[in-house]
């Protein structure tokens, strides 16, 4: 789909799914610590809640409460 959208790619430009995957979960990772480090002085609990959906036309949708 890539390569049909944009005909200059190559298959060395696209990373392949393992390899985002360990980057997104690495990020993820990276970015917790930073919220625990800014939210570990504030007095009581701090909870997150997050829902994904898709819509009927099929746009995606993350809410992070």
């Known amino acids: 789909l890539l390569t049909y959208v944009r ?6 430009d696209i ?3 393992k ?3 360990e980057e997104i979960l690495k990020k993820a990772k990276a970015t917790e ?3 625990k480090e800014i ?3 504030i007095p ?3 909870s997150f809640t ?4 898709t819509s009927d036309p ?3 949708f993350l809410s992070v409460t």
């Open 7 to 12: 005909p200059t790619l190559s298959d060395k």
């Open 15 to 17: 990373p392949h799914r």
């Open 19 to 21: 390899t985002l995957r």
């Open 33 to 35: 610590v930073q919220v």
């Open 39 to 41: 939210l570990k002085d």
């Open 44 to 46: 009581g609990k701090v």
């Open 50 to 53: 997050f829902d994904a959906w």
């Open 58 to 60: 099929g746009d995606p």
